[in-house]
């Protein structure tokens, strides 16, 4: 069976309208560049949502009970049907507002952040986690390594 993802963009902010037709471009690359981790046998329908502080804030601490900003979160519905087999619907929230505070200080691109951020809610989508010492270092090793082959420095440095 063929991989299947599929990938729709929702613009939730005004701060992003600008630099949509670049990050299309960016994520569509960066999912085929990531299309080994994508398990076959599996439909995954991928919603990157462009937002802003407020509303990431906000599912932050509603569906993940956690009470600080974040610049990414990802959420999995992971469904089964008889007919199509596993879907997986995967909505990836991003903060413009936490990301500019981000590579302004670390004197980065928007889109080198932007970049790692989907590679590492790519790697959640497919089961690479970082609840413990172990899987951080596993998964952080995976992130370099992608960015690496996308000419992008190891951003842990």
Known sequence: MK?????DFFCDSK????????????????IKC???????????NLNLILSEKKMVSFLNRKYKN??????????????????????????IFFSIDII????????LTLYEHFNH?????????NGYDHKNQLQFKKMKSEEIKILKKMGIDNPYI
């Open 3 to 7: 991989k299947l993802v599929r990938v």
């Open 15 to 30: 701060k992003w309208s600008r630099r949509l037709p670049k990050i299309k471009k960016l994520s569509n690359k960066t």
């Open 34 to 44: 990531m299309s080994i981790y994508f398990k076959t046998k599996i439909i995954f």
């Open 66 to 91: 956690k009470y600080h900003d974040t610049d990414v979160l990802t959420f999995v519905s992971k469904i089964t049907n008889k007919e199509l087999g596993k879907i997986f619907y995967c909505d």
């Open 100 to 107: 500019e505070e981000y590579i302004k200080k670390n004197k």
């Open 117 to 125: 951020l989907l590679v590492h809610s790519i790697l959640h989508i």
